[in-house]
C-alpha cells in the first residue's frame, strides 16, 4: 500500500522543469523540482549526459519528500544551449523522468531486440583482448553496430551491440546465440581466471551502456586494489606515474555528527560525464545524495556530497569508509582518456572493427578504452591506446599504422601523455559546513540561488 500510495503521490506531482538562459552569463541554468524517490538524480544527471552537456555548477537537495536541483549546462563548446528544439526535447526527457532501473548481469550476456544484438563481457584485460573479441564476431557473421570498451585495475568489461550481416536485424536464432556466448567465452576465459567463464543470457531490456559498464565492473569488483595475474607491478608503476602527474582523483569520506550525514568530498580532473560516473556508483551502492555541490574551476572538478545509506543512516566503519573510497576512485578512473586518442572515420563495412583491431595488435598497441559508434554508413570510432605496457606510443608506430590505414582515415586527437598538469595545491573542506550552522536545512530549500 505504501509503494501504491507513493506512486499516486508521484503521479498528481509529476516533475517540473525551468531552465532559463538569463540566469547566469556563462550556463543554462536547469532546475528540477519533483517528489523525491531513490535514484531521481541519476535519472537527472543520465539524462544531461545523454545529450553531451557539460555541467559546469550544481546544487543538490533532496530532504523529506521533495527532491530540488538546480544545474548549470553548456554545450561540447563551452556555449550555452540556445537551440529551442534542444531545450525542448531536454524538458520533455526529465518531466517524463524515465527509471533506469536494470537488475545486475555478468559475464557475457546476449539480450536480442529489434534492432540489434547486445552482448555484454567482462574478463581479465590483455593486450590483444578486444582485437580477439572482434575477430570471433566476424567469423561469426556478426556486424559490430556500436559498442564501449573500458578497462581498469587489470579488468575489462565491454558491452557490443550486433546485427547480422546479412539481414541487417538482430540475431535471433537460440542456436547462433548460445554459439556466440560459448566462443566469446573461450577468449574472455584466460588460463587462471576462471571466474571469467560464466557465462548468463540476460533477460531483455535497455540501458544506457555508461550505465551498465559501471554496474558491470562494480560486480567485478574491479576497485579491489588485489593483484591478480601477476600484474600488479604494472598497475602499481601506472599509479605512480599518475600521481607524479596529479591526474588520481582525491576522494575524502568523513562524519559529519551534527547533521547526522556522511560527507564525500572529491577533487578530479574534470572531464565529461564525471558526476553521471560518480552519482551511478553512488545509487549502486545504495546510498541517497541528500545534498550536495558541485563547482569545476579550470581543468579541475570539485564535488562535495552529504549522503546517507536508504536506511537513513550514515556511514557506520571505518571498513566501509574505505570501500566507498575506492568505489568512487575506480567509478572516476574508468572512463579516464588514458594515452593517445585516435579517431577513426570510414565507410562502414563488414569486419572493419576486426581489422583496425589487428592492425594495432600487430603494431604493439593497447587499447585502454573505446567508443564505437556508426551512422548512416559510416564508421566513427575512437580509441585510446598506449604500447603494452602502458607507455606512451611511439609516434613513429602511429605514423607506419596511419599510412597502411589511410593518413585521412586515422587522426591523432590528443595524447594525454604530452600535456601533463602541474599540482594543485587547493583543497576543499565542507562547502556546506557554514551554511548547515547558520541556516536551518529548511531554509536551505527556500534561499538556493541559480549562481
Known amino acids: 500500500m505504501d509503494d501504491e500510495y507513493a506512486k499516486l503521490i508521484r503521479r498528481m506531482n509529476p516533475p517540473r522543469v525551468v531552465i532559463d538562459n538569463n540566469a547566469c552569463e556563462d550556463a543554462t541554468v536547469i532546475q528540477v523540482d519533483s517528489v523525491n524517490k531513490h535514484g531521481i538524480l541519476l535519472d537527472v544527471v ?162 544506457n551502456r555508461g550505465r551498465r559498464l559501471h554496474q558491470i565492473m562494480f560486480a567485478d569488483r574491479d576497485y579491489d586494489k588485489v593483484e591478480r595475474a601477476g600484474q600488479g607491478r604494472y598497475r602499481d608503476r601506472d599509479r605512480d606515474r599518475d600521481r607524479d602527474r596529479s591526474r588520481l582523483p582525491n576522494v575524502t569520506v568523513v562524519d559529519c555528527v551534527e547533521k547526522d550525514y556522511t560527507v564525500v568530498t572529491m577533487r578530479a580532473k574534470d572531464r565529461p560525464k564525471l558526476l553521471f560516473d560518480i552519482i551511478c556508483t553512488l545509487t549502486d551502492m545504495q546510498y541517497v545524495v541528500y545534498h550536495g555541490v558541485v563547482q569545476t574551476a579550470r581543468t579541475e572538478a570539485y564535488q562535495e556530497f552529504y549522503i546517507r545509506h536508504v536506511d537513513g543512516f550514515p556511514i557506520s566503519s571505518e571498513a566501509e569508509r574505505d570501500r566507498l573510497v575506492q568505489c568512487l576512485e575506480a567509478a572516476i578512473e574508468r572512463r579516464a582518456s588514458e594515452g593517445m586518442e585516435l579517431e577513426l572515420c570510414t565507410e562502414d563495412r563488414v569486419g572493419l572493427l576486426s581489422d583496425i583491431t589487428r592492425i594495432f595488435r600487430e603494431n604493439s598497441l593497447c587499447i585502454r578504452r573505446a567508443e564505437i559508434s556508426t551512422q548512416d554508413g559510416k564508421a566513427n570510432d575512437t580509441f585510446y591506446v598506449t604500447d603494452v605496457t602502458g607507455n606512451p606510443v611511439d609516434p613513429k608506430i602511429i605514423d607506419s599504422i596511419r599510412r597502411e590505414i589511410g593518413d585521412t582515415v586515422l587522426q591523432v586527437k590528443h595524447d594525454s601523455y604530452l600535456s601533463p598538469k602541474s599540482p594543485r595545491t587547493t583543497t576543499i573542506g565542507f562547502l556546506f559546513g557554514n551554511f548547515f550552522k547558520a541556516r536551518s536545512l529548511q531554509n536551505f530549500k527556500l534561499i538556493r540561488s541559480y549562481s
Not at 91 to 112: H, I, K, T, Y
Not at 117 to 138: K, N
Open 46 to 207: 543520465q539524462v544531461l549526459s545523454d545529450m553531451n552537456l557539460v555541467i559546469t555548477k550544481a546544487y543538490i537537495s533532496s530532504d523529506g519528500v521533495w527532491f530540488m536541483d538546480v544545474f548549470n549546462v553548456i554545450d561540447h563548446n563551452g556555449n550555452k544551449i540556445r537551440d529551442k528544439e534542444v531545450i525542448d526535447y531536454i524538458q520533455r526527457r526529465l518531466e517524463n523522468n524515465p527509471s533506469f532501473a536494470p537488475s545486475f548481469r555478468e559475464s557475457v550476456g546476449v539480450v536480442p531486440t529489434e534492432e540489434y544484438t547486445s552482448i555484454e563481457l567482462t574478463g581479465t584485460d590483455r593486450p590483444g583482448l578486444l582485437s580477439e573479441v572482434c575477430a570471433v564476431l566476424a567469423d561469426l557473421h556478426c556486424n559490430v553496430v556500436n559498442a564501449e570498451i573500458w578497462t581498469h585495475n587489470t579488468r575489462a568489461a565491454a558491452v557490443v551491440n550486433v546485427t547480422d550481416d546479412s539481414s541487417g536485424h538482430a540475431i535471433k536464432d537460440p542456436v547462433c546465440l548460445s554459439r556466440i556466448r560459448d566462443l566469446l567465452c573461450n577468449v574472455l576465459r584466460g588460463s587462471d581466471d576462471p571466474k571469467t567463464a560464466k557465462t548468463t543470457l540476460s533477460p531483455p531490456g535497455v540501458t
